[in-house]
């Protein structure tokens, strides 16, 4: 991974074999980000992704291994009880058009991934609302 911070838009390349939660999360902590804005396209062979079953308050996750490009990848960076906290979904195609998707659990990059964070002046904390089940912004 290496990546270059422009006044406030980081933007990073992932390599091959990088998982993308875990780069995230180091880049957010060298550049002390709190709140960001994050979108990224390439290229994974491996992903778990996520769904909120909101009657049941409880993810369920699936698993999809192949070679697949990157559709779409958005979400923030905030803290929790002022610490790193990464909320992403993530959409994959396959080499038929089929795109999976859901929450992102784990990622890994089979080619390179481009990323780009927008850093947001400020800090939003989450909490766990009790009555969805999940943890939201408190602002």
């Known amino acids: ?28 902590r060298q550049e002390n980000i709190k709140l960001a804005s994050i979108s990224a396209l390439g290229a994974t062979n491996d992903i778990t ?4 079953r909101t009657g049941e308050k409880k993810y369920y996750a699936n698993h ?9 990848l ?3 960076v ?13 959409s994959a195609g396959d080499e038929k058009g089929h795109v999976f998707g859901g929450h ?9 991934c481009e990323m780009v ?6 800090q939003v904390d989450r909490e766990l609302n009790e009555a969805i089940g999940l943890n939201t912004f408190r602002f």
């Open 78 to 90: 905030s803290t929790m009880d002022g610490k790193y906290y990464a909320h992403l979904h993530m």
């Open 104 to 112: 992102l659990n784990r990622a890994v990059i089979s080619a390179t």
């Open 64 to 72: 999809f291994t192949g070679d697949m490009e990157i559709v779409s």
């Open 74 to 76: 958005t979400g923030t």
């Open 1 to 28: 991974m290496d990546y270059k911070r422009f006044d406030n838009t980081v933007i990073a390349r992932l390599d091959k074999g990088e998982e993308i939660l875990e780069q995230l999360e180091v880049i957010s």
């Open 49 to 52: 992704v996520g769904v909120f």
């Open 117 to 122: 964070i927008r850093i947001i002046d400020g």
